[in-house]
């Protein structure tokens, strides 16, 4: 099967371009990737992935003509190049603090709202647009609970191209907006949710009116799939392995995917060790959690839920795209998936804060469903964790202003302030 971890270096078929081709991952037919657009099977409609003749090696990316981010992994990558800003080389966090209060032997937080526009999105658009501009489209398009309308805006406006988003009306946190109006992008506010926007988006798709970059699009994860390659590279620096275990949200599963996408390519090419690869551990939220019952009930198949509901709007998905590509992730990793409460979530954005990590809602969920885990168990007290933090505090600033301190008013008069601040708070 081709979704096991330990599968052998695929030959190249005859559609593959330069040793690069897309698999369907349900029953194996190949496509030419940069001749027609495609997002799904010609055959059976299932998930396509971008495979490689020859799986990357860490001598490849030491050697790579950039230093960091991205574009150092292109030979895991179908370009050299894209259109960049650039993205990634994001930090590997230490929170001592929070770490002895979860109880693992080591905590570090890989915080990609220090990407270029604020998310991990970044990684992904930087491909999909190199991409959108092989296949000589001129209209990108994506439905987005925010942070892929943000960097799909900044990355097509950066590529010259016009861009269209569909967001669910009033469910949209306001820094993201912002960004998507800023960069130039027509926003088109659907009275529905993150999943009935999807679903007019890829008819446009499939109508031929824009190309689509949600992560229904192979190529986003490509580039997605750099932040595994990051983590266990900053990882090993600092303390000569890898981690036991990386802990992230989840909302389409994209993220999730990438990630096992990454370590089955070391596993191919000889740079990891099976034994050593980190187990994949979800967390959603619980207003909004089909991946967590599907793992949970050991089904095959996530069922759509219809009505979901969260503070951490990213992850407010019910119909996770990606879910055939990431539950064999996160089952042959020996992971879990975990569901937190959003009062879960935001005790984590505060104790991230409080060691200056600032973080949106959903990126919280990734500490708080350890934190449970741990509570619960299931995570071991020698366990060495990453927890990904997908985006910044700034994109969902009411958020942040709720979750924090409340400003005193003060008179304008510095005895005053002195006596106000020796008094009750
Ligand atoms: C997109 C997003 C997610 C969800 O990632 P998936 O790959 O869809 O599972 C989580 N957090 C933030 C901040 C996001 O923008
Ligand atoms: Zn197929």
Not at 113 to 142: H, I, Q, W, Y
Not at 162 to 187: D, F, M, S
Not at 357 to 366: D, I, K, L, T
């Amino acid at each position: 099967m081709s979704m096991e971890l330990s599968t052998a270096a695929p030959d190249a078929p005859a559609v593959a371009d330069d040793g690069v081709w897309l698999a369907c991952v349900a029953c194996g037919e190949t496509f030419a990737p940069f001749e027609t657009v495609r997002y799904t099977c010609d055959d059976c409609d299932g998930l396509l992935e971008a495979r490689y003749a020859e799986p990357p090696t860490w001598a490849e990316f030491e050697a790579s003509e950039v230093d960091r981010g991205v574009w150092r992994y292109a030979a895991a990558l179908p370009f050299e190049m894209g259109v960049s800003l650039p993205e990634g080389d994001t930090p590997l966090h230490e929170v001592p603090r929070l770490e002895s209060e979860i109880g693992v032997s080591r905590l570090r937080i890989k915080h990609e709202g220090m990407n270029p526009t604020g998310s991990f999105k970044d990684r992904g658009m930087t491909v999909g647009v190199r991409v959108a501009k092989e296949l000589g489209v001129d209209r990108l398009a994506c439905a987005s609970t925010g942070n892929t309308s943000a960097a799909l805006a900044a990355y097509g406006g950066r590529g010259g191209m016009e861009t269209l988003v569909l967001l669910p009306a009033g469910k949209v946190a306001a820094g993201k907006v912002a960004q998507a109006a800023l960069h130039g992008a027509r926003i088109l506010e659907v009275d529905g949710n993150f999943d009935a926007c999807l679903d007019i988006v890829q008819d446009l798709a499939e109508r031929g009116e824009a190309y689509l970059l949600n992560s229904l699009n192979p190529f986003r994860l490509e580039g997605q799939k750099t932040i595994g390659f990051e983590i266990l590279e900053q990882f090993r620096d600092e303390e000569g392995r890898f981690p036991d275990r990386i802990v992230l949200p989840v909302g389409n599963a994209g993220n999730t995917a990438a990630l096992y996408k990454c370590f089955r390519e070391l596993v191919q090419s000889g740079a990891l060790d099976e034994a050593d690869v980190p187990k994949l551990t979800g967390v959603q939220a619980e207003g909004a959690a089909p991946m967590v019952e599907a793992i949970e009930n050991d089904a095959d198949e996530v069922r759509r839920w219809d009505e979901v509901e969260t503070r951490a709007t990213a992850i407010r998905i019910g119909n996770p795209v990606n879910a055939p590509k990431a539950l064999p992730g996160i089952r042959n990793t020996g992971g879990t998936a975990v569901a937190v409460s959003d009062e879960e979530i935001t005790g984590a954005q505060r104790a991230l804060a409080a060691e200056g990590v600032g973080v949106e809602p959903a990126s919280a969920a990734s500490v708080a469903g350890l934190r449970k885990l741990r509570d619960e168990g299931v995570v071991d007290d020698d366990e060495a964790v990453v927890c990904l933090t997908t985006g910044h505090l700034l994109k969902d600033p009411d958020a942040a202003a709720a979750a924090g301190n409340d400003p005193e008013s003060v008179p304008n008069d510095t005895d005053a302030v002195l006596a106000h601040l020796a008094g009750e708070r």
